[in-house]
């Protein structure tokens, strides 16, 4: 099995450079190199002699967590670009279950700015528990660990400083944020969430 890098069809973004998205979107194609590279060092190691490498490949493996999840979580973050800003659905299940949970559609977006407060750098992260019938926004350090296990993503923030310091010192990141939040697609969220 070998990933191939996406592409994106991004339209130009309130607040957030061309430049900006091209430095962004090399560090993805990293991620999906390394893990295309840790797969295939794997293989060529369990060939060799698994036994003699197990050490080794149960490192990559670890490794391969990182890699994957980093290029796991920025398909998430990009896609929800794709086709332009639009507004979330009034009658949409995003909308209903956002404002059972936080009061009203402001609230909830509220609450993503709150959490993409917290200092450090990370993800902020809005998962859909089906089981619940509610959202749950979660602040992940490193993407590879603290992920809610079992619920699916349905909005990613990357607040890793490669997304915004072409455009944003760390002192802005909630400038950032705002322009992150003015660009979202939200029916991708919606599907997301939908399709659960």
């Known amino acids: 099995m070998t990933y191939a890098t996406r592409t994106f069809d991004l339209p130009e973004l309130k607040g957030l450079s061309k430049k900006q998205i091209d430095v ?4 993805y194609e ?4 390394h893990v295309n590279l840790i797969l295939e060092k794997i293989q060529k190691l369990r060939e060799e ?4 490498n197990a050490f080794v490949m149960n490192e990559l493996r670890r490794r391969l967590g990182f890699e994957f999840d980093g290029m796991r ?6 896609e929800q670009f794709e086709g332009g800003a639009s507004v979330a659905d009034a009658e949409g299940s995003l909308r209903k279950v956002a404002t059972e949970k ?24 809005v998962y859909f528990d089906a089981k619940a019938s509610t959202l749950h926004t979660a602040f992940v350090n490193d993407h590879e660990l603290g992920q809610l296990a079992g619920l699916p993503i349905i909005l990613a923030v990357d607040l890793w ?4 310091m ?3 010192v760390p002192a802005e990141k909630k400038n950032y944020v705002e322009a992150f939040l003015e660009n979202v ?3 991708t969220v919606d599907k997301r969430m939908t399709s659960v």
């Open 30 to 33: 990293g991620y999906v190199k």
């Open 166 to 168: 072409v455009d944003y």
């Open 102 to 125: 936080y009061g009203s559609w402001d609230g909830f977006i509220a609450h993503i700015k709150e959490v993409a407060g917290t200092r450090g750098i990370g993800w902020v992260i």
């Open 24 to 27: 962004h979107l090399a560090l």
């Open 185 to 187: 697609n939200w029916a």
């Open 49 to 52: 002699d698994a036994e003699a």
């Open 161 to 164: 400083e490669h997304a915004y």
């Open 73 to 78: 979580m920025h398909e998430y973050y990009f």
